[in-house]
């Protein structure tokens, strides 16, 4: 969660009883951890290019899914999926995406290789994150 995202899952996790500390001391999901390291490696190990993409998908899921589903009638839903889909954020989408455009204009072959790579397999991540969510996933052992 960044600090753009915090005062609104802060307002929301308070809302049905639960606070970002009793959240954040529950620790992460296999596929939670999973997919953190794999931005944060790429971010390590690569450039720019490889960084941006590997952090695109993120924020791009939560407008596609808005475009696609439509505003939510459940109030905490519909806050949660405007924040994302309007204003600053839905800017910062688009300029994020032609950023990467950008970066892959000038990338040698390698690097955008590992731009194709790391986009992907946050596309992958994501669609895992949501799964984790929706069957509560937890550690086995």
């Excluded at 296999?30 to 590997?54: C, F, I, K």
């Excluded at 949660?80 to 800017?91: A, I």
């Excluded at 690097?111 to 397999?121: G, K, P, V, W």
Aim: proline letters at 6%; a negative charge.
């Amino acid at each position: 969660m960044t600090p753009v995202e915090r005062p609104l899952h802060q307002e929301l996790l308070e809302s049905v009883g639960l606070s970002i500390e009793e959240i954040n001391s529950s620790g992460r999901s296999p596929t939670n951890t999973a997919y953190v390291n794999h931005m944060m490696t790429t971010a390590s190990m690569h450039g720019l290019g490889p960084s941006a993409a590997a952090l695109l998908p993120c924020p791009w899921t939560y407008h596609l899914m808005r475009e696609r589903v439509g505003p939510s009638e459940h109030p905490l839903y519909s806050k949660w999926t405007s924040f994302y889909v309007e204003g600053f954020l839905e800017n910062s989408v688009a300029a994020w995406r032609s950023f990467v455009d950008r970066a892959a204009e000038g990338a040698t072959e390698s690097e955008l290789e590992a731009m194709r790579y790391a986009f992907m397999t946050s596309s992958r991540y994501e669609y895992m994150f949501w799964n984790m969510a929706y069957t509560k996933e937890v550690w086995p052992v």
